[in-house]
């Protein structure tokens, strides 16, 4: 435990710390982004993450005997402190929220108490390497969402929360691993009796809970968590994948979430108009370089051709065609793409697009920030998306 622990402190300490007054992009912020359902939606994260007295106490009173598990509920705390706090600045430094009604709020979460959901420590591990699971997986939505809303300061807020959260879910991963070499038949036990009385610590006490995430789109249920969504056609939800490397060890459930990337693509539909939609790239094809360094990566195609372009400042492009099916990626400024629908979405820096509506009513185009530097990787003849994602 203790060598666990001092792993996950390193690399907290050398890559993962960040600073909420110097690395979100405060003066980014544009009040005209905001609405009620946005101020319901981060009233919601903020919400769950105002219990930490709670978790921080019932923490600590079960793991005070075990040095690697004490000192990482400590840490723990401090990193989770950060997110309930910059929560709250962006709700008031936002004006959604004012310093009263921040104060209400908080009055009326803090009327109850959240108490451990179980009795053992090693029921504790599970539940927290299923939780964080979750909660990250929430939070990567929303940074995802962040970026295609044009909100800078809640993407980067979302990217450093929920980079925090795969690290607190990747040590419980290691405590469970360490209770099965003890206790294998005992820890399957326990995993599988906290599996089926599993719910987030918000459920039962945030008021309307389950209603909030639904009408706000603040996250993900425990039922979306456990149960596999239809459109994935049986593929193993989160934590029947955490199962699955438990029980058979194999790509753990993070390595398949974080080894992977989400490409929005627009295309034509059958009725001439176009139409965003969400292709799930896997990164999860294993490679060790020389210095025995593992890494990922996805499948391979060969382009045709790649050129990197300029876009002026004042780019205000009519409805056209993509030139050729093609992967953008955004180098420098953020550029806005609407679709027939109405729909309007945009990437900045280091994010990427799929342009392949090449007939059609097509699609809008404008430098929101400029100028802007893309390059363009086109995509080969008979260039099959699903054999790409799979």
Same mark, same amino acid.
């Given at each position: 435990?203790?060598?666990?622990?001092?792993?996950?402190?390193?690399?907290?300490?050398?890559?993962?710390?960040?600073?909420?007054?110097?690395?979100?992009?405060?003066?980014?912020?544009?009040?005209?982004?905001?609405?009620?359902?946005?101020?319901?939606?981060?009233?919601?994260?903020?919400?769950?993450?105002?219990?930490?007295?709670?978790?921080?106490?019932?923490?600590?009173?079960?793991?005070?005997?075990?040095?690697?598990?004490?000192?990482?509920?400590?840490?723990?705390?401090?990193?989770?402190?950060?997110?309930?706090?910059?929560?709250?600045?962006?709700?008031?430094?936002?004006?959604?929220?004012?310093?009263?009604?921040?104060?209400?709020?908080?009055?009326?979460?803090?009327?109850?108490?959240?108490?451990?959901?179980?009795?053992?420590?090693?029921?504790?591990?599970?539940?927290?390497?299923?939780?964080?699971?979750?909660?990250?997986?929430?939070?990567?939505?929303?940074?995802?969402?962040?970026?295609?809303?044009?909100?800078?300061?809640?993407?980067?807020?979302?990217?450093?929360?929920?980079?925090?959260?795969?690290?607190?879910?990747?040590?419980?991963?290691?405590?469970?691993?360490?209770?099965?070499?003890?206790?294998?038949?005992?820890?399957?036990?326990?995993?599988?009796?906290?599996?089926?009385?599993?719910?987030?610590?918000?459920?039962?006490?945030?008021?309307?809970?389950?209603?909030?995430?639904?009408?706000? %789109?603040? +996250?993900?249920?425990? =039922?979306?968590?456990?149960? &596999?969504?239809?459109?994935?056609?049986?593929? $193993?939800? !989160?934590?029947?994948?955490?199962?699955?490397?438990?029980?058979?060890?194999?790509?753990?459930?993070?390595?398949?979430?974080?080894?992977?990337?989400?490409?929005?693509?627009?295309?034509?539909?059958?009725?001439?108009?176009?139409?965003?939609?969400?292709?799930?790239?896997?990164?999860?094809?294993?490679?060790?370089?020389?210095?025995?360094?593992?890494?990922?990566?996805?499948?391979?195609?060969?382009?045709?051709?790649?050129?990197?372009?300029?876009?002026?400042?004042?780019?205000?492009?009519?409805?056209?065609?993509?030139?050729?099916?093609?992967?953008?990626?955004?180098?420098?400024?953020?550029?806005?793409?609407?679709?027939?629908?109405?729909?309007?979405?945009?990437?900045?820096?280091?994010?990427?697009?799929?342009?392949?509506?090449?007939? %059609?009513? +097509?699609?809008?185009? =404008?430098?929101?920030?400029? &100028?802007?530097?893309?390059?363009?990787?086109? $995509?080969? !003849?008979?260039?099959?998306?699903?054999?790409?994602?799979?």
């Amino acid at each position: 435990m203790y060598r666990a622990y001092l792993e996950f402190f390193e690399v907290a300490e050398t890559k993962r710390r960040w600073n909420m007054f110097n690395d979100v992009p405060w003066e980014a912020l544009d009040s005209s982004t905001g609405s009620e359902q946005k101020a319901a939606r981060i009233e919601v994260f903020c919400a769950e993450e105002l219990y930490l007295p709670d978790y921080s106490a019932g923490g600590v009173e079960l793991t005070r005997s075990i040095f690697g598990a004490s000192w990482f509920q400590a840490c723990w705390s401090y990193e989770e402190s950060k997110h309930g706090l910059v929560f709250r600045e962006y709700l008031t430094r936002s004006g959604l929220r004012s310093e009263a009604e921040m104060a209400a709020f908080e009055d009326r979460v803090l009327s109850k108490v959240w108490r451990l959901p179980f009795q053992t420590r090693r029921q504790m591990a599970c539940y927290g390497a299923l939780q964080e699971a979750a909660t990250f997986l929430a939070y990567k939505a929303q940074k995802d969402r962040a970026g295609s809303e044009g909100d800078k300061v809640l993407e980067a807020i979302f990217f450093f929360l929920s980079r925090d959260e795969a690290a607190h879910a990747g040590f419980y991963r290691a405590a469970v691993a360490l209770e099965l070499d003890e206790d294998r038949n005992g820890t399957l036990a326990d995993l599988a009796f906290v599996i089926a009385n599993f719910k987030m610590p918000g459920d039962g006490l945030i008021p309307d809970y389950q209603e909030r995430l639904r009408t706000t %789109g603040a +996250g993900i249920s425990a =039922r979306t968590f456990l149960e &596999p969504p239809s459109e994935t056609g049986g593929a $193993l939800s !989160p934590a029947a994948a955490f199962i699955d490397y438990i029980v058979i060890p194999r790509a753990y459930v993070f390595h398949a979430i974080d080894a992977s990337m989400k490409i929005t693509r627009f295309h034509a539909t059958d009725d001439g108009e176009s139409r965003f939609q969400e292709i799930e790239l896997p990164v999860n094809q294993e490679r060790r370089d020389p210095f025995g360094n593992i890494m990922h990566q996805s499948n391979a195609f060969n382009s045709p051709s790649v050129r990197f372009v300029e876009l002026p400042s004042n780019l205000d492009q009519s409805w056209h065609h993509a030139p050729a099916r093609q992967i953008v990626f955004v180098l420098h400024g953020v550029v806005e793409v609407g679709t027939s629908d109405n729909e309007k979405r945009r990437w900045g820096a280091g994010s990427a697009f799929i342009p392949d509506d090449l007939s %059609g009513k +097509g699609h809008l185009t =404008r430098v929101i920030e400029g &100028p802007a530097m893309l390059a363009f990787i086109e $995509l080969p !003849p008979g260039f099959d998306f699903d054999r790409w994602s799979s």
